[in-house]
C-alpha cells in the first residue's frame, strides 16, 4: 500500500520529531522508532506495531531489532485505527466504509471507540477483507 503524498508528508514530520514525542513511555518507543525511522500505532506488551514510509505495517519485538510486515489484515488495519487516534493524518488508509458493511455484531457499531477487544476493533462494522 504505497500512502499518498500528504500521508507521506504527514509521516516525515512526525518521524522527525518522533524521538522526543514518545520520550519518557515505559519501553523507550522513541528511541526505537527512531532508530528504525517506524512511526509508532501501538505500543503492546509483546513489542511495537508501527508504520514505515512506504507504507508497510510492521511489528517488531522488544528484545529484537527483527522488523516484521504485519500480514493480517485485520491487525494491520486496527493498528492503523488505533495510530490515526494520534496521528490523524493516517484516517485516509482506513478501509472505506461499504453502504452494506456488515454491522459488528458485538458492539453492534454503536458508541465505537477504537478497540482491540471489540471484533471490530472499533470500526463498528466489519470489512470484507478480513475474511
Ligand atoms: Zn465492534
Known amino acids: 500500500m504505497a500512502l499518498p503524498p ?11 520529531t518522533v524521538r522526543e514525542d514518545w520520550r519518557g513511555h515505559p519501553f523507550d518507543v522513541g ?7 517506524l512511526l509508532p500505532l501501538v505500543p503492546e ?3 511495537l506495531v508501527a508504520l514505515r514510509r512506504d507504507g508497510t505495517v510492521v511489528e517488531l519485538a522488544w528484545d529484537s531489532e527483527e522488523v516484521r510486515p504485519v500480514l493480517a489484515p485485520k491487525m494491520r488495519d486496527v493498528a492503523l485505527l488505533l495510530g490515526a487516534r494520534r496521528y490523524h493524518e493516517l484516517s485516509v488508509l482506513l478501509p472505506e466504509r461499504p453502504v452494506d458493511a456488515r454491522v ?3 458492539c453492534r457499531g454503536v458508541d465505537v471507540a477504537p478497540s482491540v477487544t471489540c471484533e471490530c476493533g472499533g470500526l463498528g462494522w466489519i470489512p470484507e477483507t478480513w475474511g
Open 6 to 16: 500528504t500521508v507521506v508528508a504527514a509521516v516525515e514530520r512526525h518521524l522527525a
Open 31 to 37: 528511541d526505537l522508532a527512531a532508530r528504525h525511522q
Open 45 to 47: 506488551m509483546f513489542g
Open 104 to 106: 459488528c455484531g458485538e
